[in-house]
């Protein structure tokens, strides 16, 4: 009966004591604030649809984009284009700061003011 109870266990200690030593190691795979800003910039205007052929489409599309996504709040990086893209809540000075990222990222001049 003990054997038959520790061939049972071993698996699920074993798991354990991995799932235990590998929680202190840092993840690898996880991306830094300015690399998932830069991802979710990229996955935007991927999003950009072939009929917006003039600056003024595109930065209609980017506008719209942030208006659609966005939701007005105070918290977190309520300031920044982190917050406004990736947390989707954001201020004024949020919003402004994406829109000027995403207008950066494809080449139409813009400065935040």
Same mark, same amino acid.
């Given at each position: ?9 071993r ?13 202190? +190691?840092? @993840? $690898?795979?996880? =991306? ?6 830069? /991802?979710?910039?990229?996955? &935007? ?13 595109v ?7 942030? +208006?659609? @996504? $966005?939701?007005? =709040? ?6 920044? /284009?982190y917050?406004?893209? &990736? ?27």
């Open positions: 009966m003990k054997k038959s109870l520790l061939r049972i266990l698996p699920i200690l074993l798991i354990l004591v991995c799932a235990v030593l590998l929680s202190n +190691v840092p @993840n $690898v795979f996880a =991306q830094t604030r300015e690399e998932q800003l830069e /991802a979710k910039i990229r996955q &935007i205007v991927a999003g950009i649809p072939a009929s917006a052929d003039t600056d003024v489409k930065a209609l599309y980017l506008h719209d984009y942030i +208006v659609q @996504n $966005v939701e007005y =709040q105070m918290v977190g990086d309520h300031q920044t /284009a917050g406004a893209l &990736i947390e989707d809540k954001s201020v004024c000075a949020g919003y402004g700061r994406a829109y000027q990222a995403l207008l950066q990222a494809v080449g139409i001049p813009c400065l935040y003011v």
